[in-house]
T-cell receptor, first 113, second 113 residues
C-alpha cells in the first residue's frame, strides 16, 4: 500500500533530551512537510522540503531540525532548545511544491516527562 | 495575509440529517482548497480537493463547493452517519510561488444514532 508512515505513534522525552521522529513515504513525492498540532490552534508548519538535500524553515522552526538525505525519508529532530515540545506531530507529502494536494501520516504524539 | 475560518466550531446532529460545514478565507487569490477529516488521535485524511478554476467536487455522500469571489467553501454531507463523526478541516493553498497551506481550526462533528 502506498502511503506515509510515521513512527513511533507515542514518544516520551525527558527534559534536555533530543528525540527524532521518523517519516517515510512510498508515494514517490518530491515535497514533504512537518506540522505541529496543538489543541485550539490550526496546524503550524515546522519545516518543509521540496527535493532531496533541500529543506526550508516554516513558521515555527526554532528548536527543531530536519534532514532530507533520501526522497522517501524526512526525519524531524526535536531538540532540547524547543521549550514546549509536547504536541501532536504530523508529517505530510505532496507530489511537488506546486501540486499541493497533501497526504498525511498517522501522527506522533510527543510528551515531555 | 490569508486567514481561514471555519464555522461552526462544533456541530451535533441526529443520524440521517444532511449538513453543511463552512470554510471562509480572506484572500481570493487561491490555488486550491482542500477538505480533510481527522479522527481523534489520528492523522488527516484527504476528502476533496477543489482547484481554483472549479466550482465543486463530489465524492460519494460528500460535495464541496467553492466560491472564490465571496471567499467561501462549503462541505455538504448527505444522510449523515455516526461514522461521519470527526473533525473536518479545510486548508487553502495560495496562488503564486508560495503555495503554503493555510489552515482553519476545524469543525468538530458528532452524529448521534
Amino acid at each position: 500500500d502506498g502511503g506515509i508512515t510515521q513512527s513511533p505513534k507515542y514518544l516520551f522525552r525527558k527534559e534536555g533530551q533530543n528525540v527524532t521522529l521518523s517519516c517515510e513515504q512510498n508515494l514517490n513525492h518530491d515535497a514533504m512537510y512537518w506540522y505541529r498540532q496543538d489543541p485550539g490552534q490550526g496546524l503550524r508548519l515546522i519545516y518543509y522540503s521540496q527535493i532531496v538535500n533541500d529543506f526550508q524553515k516554516g513558521d515555527i522552526a526554532e528548536g527543531y531540525s530536519v534532514s532530507r538525505e533520501k526522497k522517501e525519508s524526512f526525519p524531524l529532530t526535536v531538540t532540547s532548545a524547543q521549550k514546549n515540545p509536547t504536541a501532536f506531530y504530523l508529517c505530510a507529502s505532496s507530489i511537488d511544491r506546486v501540486n499541493t494536494e497533501a497526504f498525511f501520516g498517522q501522527g506522533t504524539r510527543l510528551t515531555v516527562v | 495575509k490569508q486567514e481561514v475560518t471555519q464555522i461552526p466550531a462544533a456541530l451535533s446532529v441526529p443520524e440521517g440529517e444532511n449538513l453543511v460545514l463552512n470554510c471562509s478565507f480572506t484572500d481570493s487569490a487561491i490555488y486550491n482548497l482542500q477538505w480533510f477529516r481527522q479522527d481523534p488521535g489520528k492523522g488527516l485524511t484527504s476528502l476533496l480537493l477543489i482547484q481554483s478554476s472549479q466550482r465543486e467536487q463530489t465524492s460519494g455522500r460528500l460535495n464541496a463547493s467553492l466560491d472564490k469571489s465571496s471567499g467561501r467553501s462549503t462541505l455538504y454531507i448527505a444522510a449523515s452517519q455516526p461514522g461521519d463523526s470527526a473533525t473536518y478541516l479545510c486548508a487553502v493553498s495560495s496562488a503564486g510561488n508560495n503555495r503554503k497551506l493555510i489552515w482553519g481550526l476545524g469543525t468538530s462533528l458528532a452524529v448521534n444514532p
